[in-house]
């Protein structure tokens, strides 16, 4: 089974910088897309950044100009640099990923997609 990793995640002052790591394992297939998310307390899962196969990205509205996307030449492990931090982005970013399953069908292109969740890593964003 595919298992995704978060780390990266700490306390900092508004105006600060971290960045974030999510490392994938278990996979024979490389993923289709891979998401960052985050969750604040008492609200719902947000898409923070998205970066697919071919290296496009994508960024929510709040986030864009400030955080960075990107993986590495092997594709399983990506990236989120994060500067300029508001309070606002507290909350616990989630790690995601879409992969082809090819224990169940011999192939990476025509088989069905699974989707994995890490466990998370908390930022913390203080005034």
């Known amino acids: 089974q595919v298992q995704l990793v978060e780390s990266g995640g700490g306390s900092v002052l508004a105006g600060g910088s971290l960045k974030l790591s999510c490392a994938a394992s278990?996979?024979?297939?490389?993923?289709?897309?891979m998401n960052w998310y985050r969750q604040a307390p008492g609200k719902g899962r947000e898409l923070v950044s998205s970066i697919s196969s071919d290296g496009s990205t994508t960024y929510a509205d709040s986030v864009k100009g400030r955080f960075t996307i990107s993986q590495d030449s092997a594709k399983n492990t990506i990236h989120l640099q994060m500067n300029s931090l508001k309070t606002e982005d507290t909350a616990v970013y989630y790690c995601?990923?879409?992969?082809?399953?090819?224990?169940?069908?011999?192939?990476?292109?025509?088989?069905?997609?699974?989707?994995?969740w890490g466990q998370g890593t908390q930022v913390t964003v203080s005034s």
């Open positions: 278990g996979y024979i297939c490389s993923p289709r897309r």
């Open positions: 995601w990923a879409a992969v082809p399953d090819y224990r169940g069908y011999g192939s990476c292109q025509n088989s069905r997609i699974l989707q994995y």
